[in-house]
Protein backbone atom coordinates (compact mmCIF):
# COMPACT_ATOMS: atom_id res chain seq x y z
CA UNK A 1 0.00 0.00 0.00
CA UNK A 2 1.55 3.02 -1.15
CA UNK A 3 0.16 6.65 0.29
CA UNK A 4 -1.30 9.07 -1.46
CA UNK A 5 0.63 12.45 -1.82
CA UNK A 6 -0.84 15.24 0.06
CA UNK A 7 -2.56 17.56 -2.12
CA UNK A 8 -0.35 20.72 -2.46
CA UNK A 9 -1.88 22.41 -5.63
CA UNK A 10 -6.13 22.57 -5.87
CA UNK A 11 -7.26 24.14 -9.19
CA UNK A 12 -10.73 25.30 -9.59
CA UNK A 13 -12.60 26.47 -13.29
CA UNK A 14 -15.62 28.94 -13.55
CA UNK A 15 -16.48 31.39 -16.68
CA UNK A 16 -13.67 29.81 -18.83
CA UNK A 17 -10.69 30.46 -16.08
CA UNK A 18 -8.85 28.11 -14.16
CA UNK A 19 -7.30 29.45 -10.72
CA UNK A 20 -4.61 27.34 -9.53
CA UNK A 21 -3.96 27.66 -5.91
CA UNK A 22 -0.65 26.67 -4.31
CA UNK A 23 -1.85 25.31 -0.64
CA UNK A 24 1.41 24.71 0.96
CA UNK A 25 1.56 27.23 3.55
CA UNK A 26 3.66 25.21 6.63
CA UNK A 27 6.56 25.95 4.06
CA UNK A 28 5.71 28.89 2.23
CA UNK A 29 4.42 27.67 -0.55
CA UNK A 30 8.00 26.36 -1.88
CA UNK A 31 8.58 23.80 -3.83
CA UNK A 32 9.06 20.94 -3.10
CA UNK A 33 8.98 17.85 -5.60
CA UNK A 34 5.36 17.24 -4.42
CA UNK A 35 4.48 20.39 -5.02
CA UNK A 36 6.01 21.42 -8.59
CA UNK A 37 4.52 18.26 -10.17
CA UNK A 38 1.13 19.04 -9.52
CA UNK A 39 1.93 22.86 -10.72
CA UNK A 40 3.27 21.38 -13.38
CA UNK A 41 0.36 19.19 -13.92
CA UNK A 42 -2.63 22.20 -13.20
CA UNK A 43 -0.43 24.01 -15.94
CA UNK A 44 -0.61 20.88 -18.71
CA UNK A 45 -4.46 20.26 -17.62
CA UNK A 46 -5.85 24.14 -18.10
CA UNK A 47 -3.49 24.10 -21.30
CA UNK A 48 -5.19 20.90 -22.80
CA UNK A 49 -8.95 22.18 -22.09
CA UNK A 50 -10.43 23.81 -24.94
CA UNK A 51 -12.76 25.54 -22.75
CA UNK A 52 -10.44 27.17 -20.56
CA UNK A 53 -9.52 30.76 -21.68
CA UNK A 54 -7.08 31.73 -18.62
CA UNK A 55 -5.05 30.64 -15.96
CA UNK A 56 -4.87 32.30 -12.30
CA UNK A 57 -2.07 31.47 -9.83
CA UNK A 58 -2.87 32.75 -6.58
CA UNK A 59 -1.87 31.01 -2.78
CA UNK A 60 -2.81 30.40 0.83
CA UNK A 61 -1.38 31.41 4.11
CA UNK A 62 1.30 34.93 4.01
CA UNK A 63 3.52 33.64 1.09
CA UNK A 64 3.23 33.54 -2.69
CA UNK A 65 6.37 31.21 -2.75
CA UNK A 66 9.65 30.96 -0.75
CA UNK A 67 11.56 29.24 -3.84
CA UNK A 68 13.46 26.39 -3.35
CA UNK A 69 12.86 23.23 -1.22
CA UNK A 70 16.02 21.70 -0.86
CA UNK A 71 15.49 20.40 2.16
CA UNK A 72 12.83 18.48 1.40
CA UNK A 73 15.14 17.34 -1.71
CA UNK A 74 17.85 16.53 0.93
CA UNK A 75 15.52 14.70 3.01
CA UNK A 76 14.83 12.39 0.07
CA UNK A 77 18.46 11.31 0.09
CA UNK A 78 19.68 13.63 -2.73
CA UNK A 79 23.21 15.11 -2.25
CA UNK A 80 23.16 18.78 -1.86
CA UNK A 81 24.60 18.89 -4.96
CA UNK A 82 22.24 16.54 -6.68
CA UNK A 83 19.13 18.14 -4.57
CA UNK A 84 20.51 21.82 -6.57
CA UNK A 85 20.73 20.77 -9.90
CA UNK A 86 17.06 18.97 -9.47
CA UNK A 87 15.81 22.30 -7.98
CA UNK A 88 17.20 24.01 -11.03
CA UNK A 89 15.48 21.91 -13.59
CA UNK A 90 11.93 22.29 -12.24
CA UNK A 91 12.68 25.89 -11.81
CA UNK A 92 12.94 25.72 -15.44
CA UNK A 93 10.38 23.36 -16.53
CA UNK A 94 8.12 25.64 -14.19
CA UNK A 95 8.76 28.42 -16.09
CA UNK A 96 8.73 27.52 -19.54
CA UNK A 97 5.36 25.69 -18.76
CA UNK A 98 4.34 29.18 -17.36
CA UNK A 99 5.55 30.79 -21.12
CA UNK A 100 4.63 27.96 -23.59
CA UNK A 101 0.83 27.82 -22.25
CA UNK A 102 -1.13 29.15 -25.22
CA UNK A 103 -3.24 31.31 -22.85
CA UNK A 104 -2.80 34.24 -20.81
CA UNK A 105 -1.07 33.26 -17.05
CA UNK A 106 -2.51 35.85 -14.44
CA UNK A 107 0.14 36.20 -11.71
CA UNK A 108 -2.69 36.62 -8.08
CA UNK A 109 -0.28 37.40 -5.33
CA UNK A 110 -1.13 38.97 -1.22
CA UNK A 111 2.06 38.23 0.81
CA UNK A 112 5.85 37.43 0.38
CA UNK A 113 8.21 36.77 -2.85
CA UNK A 114 11.16 35.58 -2.74
CA UNK A 115 13.62 33.46 -4.60
CA UNK A 116 12.17 30.87 -6.81
CA UNK A 117 8.64 32.83 -6.48
CA UNK A 118 9.89 35.71 -8.79
CA UNK A 119 10.92 33.29 -11.48
CA UNK A 120 6.76 32.45 -11.68
CA UNK A 121 5.73 35.91 -11.09
CA UNK A 122 8.35 36.81 -14.11
CA UNK A 123 6.98 33.94 -16.19
CA UNK A 124 3.55 34.77 -15.77
CA UNK A 125 1.58 37.19 -18.66
CA UNK A 126 0.06 39.82 -16.01
CA UNK A 127 0.79 39.74 -12.45
CA UNK A 128 -1.07 42.02 -9.74
CA UNK A 129 -0.57 42.34 -6.22
CA UNK A 130 -2.05 43.38 -3.37
CA UNK A 131 -1.25 45.61 0.04
CA UNK A 132 0.49 42.51 2.15
CA UNK A 133 2.89 41.81 -0.78
CA UNK A 134 6.67 42.30 -0.53
CA UNK A 135 9.48 41.51 -2.40
CA UNK A 136 13.35 40.91 -2.01
CA UNK A 137 15.98 39.19 -4.07
CA UNK A 138 18.16 38.48 -1.43
CA UNK A 139 20.40 36.14 -2.71
CA UNK A 140 23.28 38.10 -2.97
CA UNK A 141 23.28 38.41 0.90
CA UNK A 142 24.03 34.48 0.95
CA UNK A 143 27.04 34.35 -1.33
CA UNK A 144 24.46 33.64 -4.37
CA UNK A 145 22.85 35.22 -7.33
CA UNK A 146 19.23 34.75 -8.77
CA UNK A 147 21.28 33.24 -11.75
CA UNK A 148 17.93 31.06 -13.30
CA UNK A 149 15.32 33.41 -12.68
CA UNK A 150 16.78 36.46 -14.01
CA UNK A 151 16.40 34.73 -17.31
CA UNK A 152 12.60 35.98 -17.19
CA UNK A 153 13.05 38.76 -14.82
CA UNK A 154 15.93 40.53 -16.71
CA UNK A 155 13.51 40.65 -19.77
CA UNK A 156 10.38 42.71 -17.04
CA UNK A 157 12.40 44.51 -14.87
CA UNK A 158 14.15 47.61 -15.95
CA UNK A 159 17.96 47.89 -16.29
CA UNK A 160 18.31 50.41 -13.06
CA UNK A 161 15.69 48.98 -10.86
CA UNK A 162 17.37 45.46 -11.82
CA UNK A 163 20.70 46.77 -10.56
CA UNK A 164 19.12 47.77 -7.28
CA UNK A 165 17.80 45.03 -6.12
CA UNK A 166 19.53 42.33 -7.64
CA UNK A 167 22.56 43.88 -5.72
CA UNK A 168 20.84 45.28 -2.26
CA UNK A 169 18.73 42.23 -1.60
CA UNK A 170 16.61 45.30 -0.04
CA UNK A 171 13.06 44.56 0.46
CA UNK A 172 10.45 46.63 -1.51
CA UNK A 173 6.51 47.09 -2.08
CA UNK A 174 3.93 46.11 -4.47
CA UNK A 175 4.12 49.78 -6.24
CA UNK A 176 7.61 50.01 -6.73
CA UNK A 177 7.17 46.49 -7.98
CA UNK A 178 5.29 48.17 -10.76
CA UNK A 179 7.61 51.06 -11.49
CA UNK A 180 10.09 48.34 -11.87
CA UNK A 181 8.30 46.65 -14.68
CA UNK A 182 8.21 43.47 -12.65
CA UNK A 183 4.01 43.56 -11.55
CA UNK A 184 1.60 45.03 -13.91
CA UNK A 185 -0.75 46.40 -11.23
CA UNK A 186 -0.76 47.39 -7.50
CA UNK A 187 -3.90 46.32 -5.45
CA UNK A 188 -4.93 48.75 -2.08
CA UNK A 189 -6.77 46.51 -0.80
CA UNK A 190 -7.65 42.49 -0.57
CA UNK A 191 -10.70 43.76 -2.32
CA UNK A 192 -9.14 45.41 -4.68
CA UNK A 193 -6.95 43.14 -5.73
CA UNK A 194 -9.92 40.18 -6.24
CA UNK A 195 -11.63 43.28 -8.69
CA UNK A 196 -8.39 43.97 -10.57
CA UNK A 197 -8.34 40.31 -11.35
CA UNK A 198 -11.86 39.57 -11.78
CA UNK A 199 -11.65 42.66 -14.57
CA UNK A 200 -9.02 41.24 -16.45
CA UNK A 201 -10.40 37.81 -16.51
CA UNK A 202 -13.54 39.46 -17.47
CA UNK A 203 -11.51 41.06 -20.64
CA UNK A 204 -9.59 37.84 -21.56
CA UNK A 205 -13.44 36.13 -21.70
CA UNK A 206 -14.26 37.92 -24.95
CA UNK A 207 -10.73 37.01 -26.82
CA UNK A 208 -11.12 34.09 -29.06
CA UNK A 209 -8.72 31.23 -28.42
CA UNK A 210 -6.71 31.44 -31.35
CA UNK A 211 -6.40 35.46 -30.55
CA UNK A 212 -5.00 35.08 -27.72
CA UNK A 213 -2.34 32.26 -28.50
CA UNK A 214 -1.24 34.17 -31.19
CA UNK A 215 -0.49 37.60 -29.36
CA UNK A 216 0.88 35.95 -26.21
CA UNK A 217 3.28 34.36 -28.62
CA UNK A 218 4.22 37.81 -29.44
CA UNK A 219 4.92 39.08 -26.02
CA UNK A 220 7.48 35.86 -24.96
CA UNK A 221 8.99 35.45 -28.46
CA UNK A 222 12.18 37.06 -27.41
CA UNK A 223 12.40 35.40 -24.19
CA UNK A 224 11.95 32.01 -25.57
CA UNK A 225 14.36 32.55 -28.35
CA UNK A 226 17.47 31.06 -26.40
CA UNK A 227 15.84 30.25 -23.25
CA UNK A 228 16.89 27.34 -22.79
CA UNK A 229 20.51 27.93 -23.48
CA UNK A 230 20.28 30.57 -20.95
CA UNK A 231 18.45 29.09 -18.45
CA UNK A 232 21.78 26.10 -18.69
CA UNK A 233 24.03 28.80 -18.51
CA UNK A 234 23.12 30.25 -15.57
CA UNK A 235 21.90 26.72 -13.74
CA UNK A 236 26.20 25.88 -14.55
CA UNK A 237 26.65 29.03 -12.67
CA UNK A 238 24.24 28.44 -9.85
CA UNK A 239 25.48 25.00 -8.88
CA UNK A 240 29.33 26.29 -8.66
CA UNK A 241 27.89 29.15 -6.39
CA UNK A 242 26.45 27.02 -4.06
CA UNK A 243 29.15 25.03 -3.96
CA UNK A 244 31.67 27.60 -2.81
CA UNK A 245 32.67 28.64 0.74
CA UNK A 246 31.12 32.10 0.73
CA UNK A 247 27.63 30.17 0.08
CA UNK A 248 28.05 27.62 2.55
CA UNK A 249 29.12 30.43 4.90
CA UNK A 250 25.79 32.56 4.11
CA UNK A 251 23.52 29.59 4.70
CA UNK A 252 25.43 28.65 7.69
CA UNK A 253 24.61 32.38 9.06
CA UNK A 254 21.34 33.10 8.01
CA UNK A 255 19.74 29.28 9.47
CA UNK A 256 21.97 30.70 12.24
CA UNK A 257 20.47 33.78 12.74
CA UNK A 258 23.70 35.68 12.44
CA UNK A 259 25.63 37.67 10.36
CA UNK A 260 27.80 36.17 7.94
CA UNK A 261 31.40 36.73 8.40
CA UNK A 262 31.54 39.70 5.24
CA UNK A 263 28.53 41.83 6.40
CA UNK A 264 29.89 45.04 7.51
CA UNK A 265 26.77 46.57 7.94
CA UNK A 266 25.85 48.41 11.05
CA UNK A 267 22.75 46.59 11.47
Known amino acids: ?63 FCAGADLGEAVGRGLTPEE ?42 DIAVAGPRSSFALTESRLGLAPSMISVVLLAKMTARSAGRYFLTGETFDAPTAVASGFLTAAADS ?43 ARAAESMALFGSDEAREGMTAFLSKRKPSWDASSS
Open 83 to 124: ATAEVGSSMSSLMRSFLDLPKPVIAMIDGHVRAGGFGLVGAA
Open 1 to 63: MTDTPETLVRTATDAAVTTITLDSPHNRNALSSTLVRQLREAIEAAGADPAVRAVVVTHTGGT
Open 190 to 232: AEDLQAQVAAICESVRKASPQGLAASKALTTADLLDGFDEAVA
